[in-house]
């Protein structure tokens, strides 16, 4: 029997909720199993035993795991992340202070990412196998195939070093100096749309070629009407959970990207957390992106769920 469609969001939002729920003892379990030993960091070059040993009863690590994840996670469900170890500033300014570029770079990019890649997805589809298709198939391919770090470096190369079009880097201030995000998200865009693009052309190539399309083209429907209000829905199901895949890699693309082009956003804050071996706030980093990483996935879920309901399995 197949389960009613309310049922099926409900079971999928509780997973989700346990997904977010396992989130925190996961990060928990893995910076515990990081190397090193942060009061020594913290304590500099030739430390003494003895400011070694007050450096870890005032952080309370001297205290037994299970009792810091006890305390770390009633604290995280109220909403308090703690203090760095580092700097001694609760983490939740580290967070604020790189958030805002982060999100201008990823929503930037998802903004651009949609149009694009459903727009050459439309176009190489519309002639299957044509000059056309065959060109973008190529080229997006080709560029697929080159790492961010690579493409970062080259672009900068040619429009900002030889060209002198745009700003190398955005040591001055994205308010400053807006320019200084186009290369950044021409890099964290040129990967998602060469991929989301050919899912979108295959996927429009196979709902052309179903029976309800193939049905409506023999009683006279404008192929273009095909196109867009029958087939391109079906086609756009898949797509929408490779965007959710591809909102995740950009959790990590951005780090690569903000380090190349020197933006101050959670990517450099990560970086300098890991380096200082600043447990707190790596772990917050950590809770938050594995939470939207869930959520995101949940929401595509969901959404594919409306778009081709037929594509859903029996259970």
């Not at 439309?122 to 196998?129: D, K, N, S, T, V």
Request: with cysteine.
């Amino acid at each position: 029997m197949t389960a009613p469609p309310h049922g099926r969001a409900r079971r999928r939002l509780l997973i989700g909720a346990g997904q977010i729920a396992a989130v925190p003892v996961l990060v928990f379990a893995l910076t515990e199993a990081l190397p090193g030993d942060a009061a020594v960091t913290l304590a500099g070059d030739d430390p003494d035993p003895a400011r070694i040993a007050a450096i870890r009863a005032a952080l309370r690590l001297d205290r037994p795991a299970v009792q810091r994840f006890a305390d770390w996670a009633g604290d995280l469900a109220h909403g308090e992340l703690g203090r760095s170890l580092a700097s001694g500033r609760p983490v939740a300014d580290h967070l604020a202070g790189g958030l805002t570029p982060t999100l201008l770079l990823a929503s930037l990019t998802l903004a651009l990412l949609v149009p694009a890649a459903v727009g050459l997805g439309l176009l190489a589809a519309r002639r299957e196998g044509g000059p056309l298709d065959r060109t973008l198939s190529t080229v997006t391919l080709g560029l697929y195939a080159v790492p961010e770090f690579a493409l970062g470096v080259l672009l900068t190369a040619v429009f900002a070093l030889r060209l002198g079009w745009l700003p190398p880097t955005a040591v001055g201030g994205l308010a400053r100096e807006p320019a200084a995000l186009v290369l950044p998200v021409t890099v964290l865009l040129a990967r998602p749309v060469c991929s989301t693009a050919r899912l979108v052309r295959a996927g429009l190539v196979d709902a052309m070629a179903a029976p309800y399309a193939v049905h409506a083209l023999r009683c006279g429907v404008p192929p273009t009407r095909v196109r867009l209000t029958h087939a391109l829905p079906n086609a756009l199901a898949p797509a929408v959970q490779h965007l959710a895949r591809t909102a995740d890699w950009l959790l990590c693309g951005v780090i690569v990207v903000e380090a190349l082009f020197v933006v101050p956003g959670l990517g450099t804050v990560l970086l300098d957390a890991v380096a200082a071996r600043d447990v707190p706030v790596v772990q917050a980093l950590a809770v938050l992106f594995g939470t939207v990483t869930v959520l995101l996935n949940l929401a595509a879920d969901l959404t594919a769920r409306r778009l081709a309901p037929r594509t859903e399995l029996a259970v």
